[in-house]
Each structure stands twice: as structure tokens, then as C-alpha cells.
């Protein structure tokens, strides 16, 4: 998986906030020449987070729709991205769909979830997951991801929970929700 540069993850941070950034915004903000403001636009596009509009970027249209998973509206604070190697773009309504999601999915070539505290766009397979927490806004159990692991132990210690890497995360998930299936069976 491919890592944004630090100006790149600013620029998404925006994208993410706003919902679309102009050249001229970007200029404005960074101070960086039009060449550059393409370039930098062309790397959010071609790591799947943006989608090119006349004069600028918008986040991609699966921002904007169902969740490939449980088809609830994805919410944008705890979106889950799933680009495929093929080229097609998925987003799962939180991180819970989006783990579970991705251990179907053979060719994935960037997942990019969102920081429950922050907002920003993170690598999923870097980033820290607090599974079980009592705080659930979208899918149950509540799947959370965060940045720093500091952030996702102080987290799980205020509102239960417990912290995994990605890989743990989506073992984890899915050993879960093969217990709650085997719960409702009866
Ligand atoms: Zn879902
Ligand atoms: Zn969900």
C-alpha cells in the first residue's frame, strides 16, 4: 500500500472536511505553485481518495453511497474505503463492515478508514482498532479505528473495549460475528 505525504494527508484532511477543494484553494492554503497543486491532486486521485472534477478534487463517489457490506449509508466520520487492485472503489459505512468486507476480498490494493477522533484518512492497515467499545454509531459490535495506539488505549479505558492491530482487528471481527450467528441460531 502506498503512504501519502505528509502535504497529500493535509490536503485529504480538507478534502474530508469540506468535500471538495479547488487548485485555487489549495495554492491559497499550502502556497505551492499550479504545477505542484496538480501534481499533488493527481497522487490523491491515484491512491483512489479523490475523484477529479473541472478545476479541482471531490471526495470519491462511494463516499457518498451504501456500504458494500450491510448497504447502510456510509457515514463519512467513520468511512471504511476498499480500492481493488481492478480499479473498482468500495466504501463500507464503518470499520466493522470494512474488515469484515475485506477478508472476502482477495486483490485489495488500499483500504483507507477515517480517525474516530480526528476526521483524518489513515492507511486501515496501519491504523489501531478498538473492537466491543459501548461507544457504537454505526454496526454492532462497535468496530473504531484510530491513528495512534495511545489514542485507541486511552479510548477503550474511558469507553470499554478492546485494542487491536488490523490483522488481529479482522480476525477478531469475524470470530464474533460467527458467534453472534451461532447465538441467534438457537
Ligand atoms: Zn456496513
Ligand atoms: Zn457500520
Avoid at 490523491?44 to 471531490?58: C, F, Y
Avoid at 491504523?127 to 467499545?133: D, F, G, R, T
Wanted: some cysteine; overall charge positive.
Amino acid at each position: 500500500m502506498k503512504n501519502l505525504s505528509p502535504r497529500q494527508q493535509k490536503l485529504l484532511n480538507w478534502l474530508t472536511q469540506t468535500g471538495d477543494l479547488s487548485i485555487a484553494e489549495i495554492r491559497a492554503r499550502t502556497g505551492v505553485s499550479q504545477a505542484t497543486a496538480y501534481r499533488e491532486i493527481h497522487a490523491l486521485i491515484a491512491a483512489g481518495v479523490a475523484q477529479k472534477v473541472p478545476g479541482g478534487i471531490t471526495l470519491p463517489e462511494s463516499a457518498a453511497s451504501l456500504c458494500l457490506h450491510c448497504r447502510r449509508p456510509v457515514n463519512p466520520r467513520l468511512v471504511f474505503h476498499i480500492h481493488a487492485s481492478e480499479g473498482s472503489r468500495h466504501a463500507a459505512c464503518c470499520a466493522h463492515c470494512g474488515l469484515l468486507a475485506l477478508s472476502h476480498l482477495s486483490d485489495t490494493h488500499q483500504a483507507m478508514t477515517a480517525d474516530f477522533l480526528y476526521g483524518a484518512l489513515l492507511n486501515a492497515a496501519q491504523a489501531w482498532y478498538v473492537l466491543e467499545s459501548d461507544v457504537a454509531p454505526c454496526c454492532r459490535p462497535s468496530a473504531l479505528a484510530f491513528d495512534a495506539q495511545s489514542d485507541a488505549e486511552r479510548f477503550a479505558a474511558a469507553f470499554g473495549g478492546r485494542v487491536y492491530a488490523f490483522s488481529a482487528a479482522q480476525a477478531e471481527i469475524t470470530r464474533l460475528m460467527a458467534l453472534s450467528h451461532i447465538g441467534n441460531r438457537k
